[in-house]
Nanobody, 124 residues
Framework: QVQLVESGGGLVQAGGSLRLSCAAS????????MGWFRQAPGKEREFVAA????????SYLDSVAGRFTISRDNAKNTLYLQMNSLKSEDTAVYYC?????????????????WGQGTQVTVSS
C-alpha cells in the first residue's frame, strides 16, 4: 500500500506556471507507475499525464502535451507535474495516483491508490 499527498496547487494567471508535487509513503515508490488526473466542477475525472515505473516512459492528454511535464524522483519518493502556459480550462482539482502496472496508464481504473487532490485555479 502507498499513501499519496499532493501539494503545489494555487491561483495563477493565464500564461503562468505551477509545479505540483506528490509525496509518496509506504510501499516502495518505484514499484508503481504514476499518473496525474484532474476533475473540474460538474465534469468527470480525466487523465492528464502518466509515467512508467522505470525508463521514464510518459503519456499525456493531447490538450496538455507540450505545456505539462510529468517526472518522478524515486530517491525522494516524489512525483511532479510541471505546468506551463496555463489556461483557464486547466482549472480543476488535480490528483496523483499510483498503479501496479509497469506502463504509463491513462485510465482511472488502472490506478489503485489516490491522493486527496490539490486545487489549481487559472484566472483569465
Amino acid at each position: 500500500q502507498v499513501q499519496l499527498v499532493e501539494s503545489g496547487g494555487g491561483l495563477v494567471q493565464a500564461g503562468g506556471s505551477l509545479r505540483l508535487s506528490c509525496a509518496a509513503s509506504g510501499r516502495t515508490f518505484s514499484s508503481y507507475a504514476m499518473g496525474w488526473f484532474r476533475q473540474a466542477p460538474g465534469k468527470e475525472r480525466e487523465f492528464v499525464a502518466a509515467i512508467s515505473r522505470s525508463f521514464g516512459s510518459t503519456s499525456y492528454l493531447d490538450s496538455v502535451a507540450g505545456r505539462f511535464t510529468i517526472s518522478r524522483d524515486n530517491a525522494k519518493n516524489t512525483l511532479y507535474l510541471q505546468m506551463n502556459s496555463l489556461k483557464s480550462e486547466d482549472t480543476a482539482v488535480y490528483y496523483c495516483a499510483a498503479s501496479l502496472s509497469f506502463r504509463a496508464e491513462d485510465k482511472t481504473n488502472d490506478y489503485k491508490y489516490w491522493g486527496q487532490g490539490t486545487q489549481v485555479t487559472v484566472s483569465s
